[in-house]
């Protein structure tokens, strides 16, 4: 099943949806805010992030148009855990709280939707967990990698990765210049693939 959440436009319209747009840089909600929306991308992208004890960025998830994020705190009525930023220019769909639930209660397909939206998203992080305790920089951006692979349903042979260094040390809580310098190490062994600056594993 498709781990992505997209309920249908017209029908979170139907229940007071409206669109907000946002540049690059802009957050759509800050660590510790409450939790009154749910989001709905549009257009764009949207990162998931939060700072260290460092002040150094952590990326949890990057969402894509059709992609929805930050429901668990919506539907538990907590205060977000990570902040939500355009990675980009985007337009984010946004349905308050309370008609949201009335949404799902009247519609529970969609409930089922999010059952295994959740169940993804709760898999996803763990192997997240895992890559961040591995000691070994070369270990921590092959299972990034790998990670990268199996959402794109990709088979054995290489494929561009669409990330930037900046954007891979962020996933993997490395400096971008152990991002770079371990890359290059991994081209050198065969591992993967570095051509015109984009890589391909």
């Not at 840089?25 to 460092?54: L, W």
């Not at 891979?168 to 015109?196: C, N, P, Q």
């Amino acid at each position: 099943m498709d781990a992505r959440m997209n309920i249908d436009i017209n029908l979170l319209k139907s229940y007071g949806a409206v669109p907000k747009s946002f540049q690059k840089g802009e957050f759509i909600y800050k660590e510790g805010d409450p939790a009154r929306f749910y989001h709905q991308i549009t257009s764009g992208r949207v990162k998931m992030s939060c700072f260290n004890d460092d002040g150094k960025i952590f990326t949890f998830l990057i969402f894509r148009e059709g992609e929805s994020f930050g429901e668990p705190s919506v539907l538990i009525q907590e205060h977000y855990p990570a902040f939500a930023i355009a990675d980009g220019p985007c337009t984010v769909m946004m349905l308050v709280k309370d008609s949201f639930i009335q949404l799902l209660d009247d519609h529970p397909e969609y409930q089922r939707k999010f059952l295994f939206l959740f169940a993804q998203r709760l898999y996803n992080k763990t192997n997240t967990s895992k890559l961040i305790i591995s000691e070994s920089p070369e270990q921590r951006i092959l299972s990034f990698l790998k990670k990268y692979k199996r959402e794109h349903h990709a088979a054995d042979d290489p494929i561009l990765i669409h990330y930037t260094r900046q954007e891979i040390a962020d996933f993997t809580g490395l400096r971008v210049e152990t991002i770079i310098r371990t890359i290059k190490k991994m081209h050198k062994s065969g591992k993967l693939t570095i051509k015109d600056r984009k890589v391909y594993f």
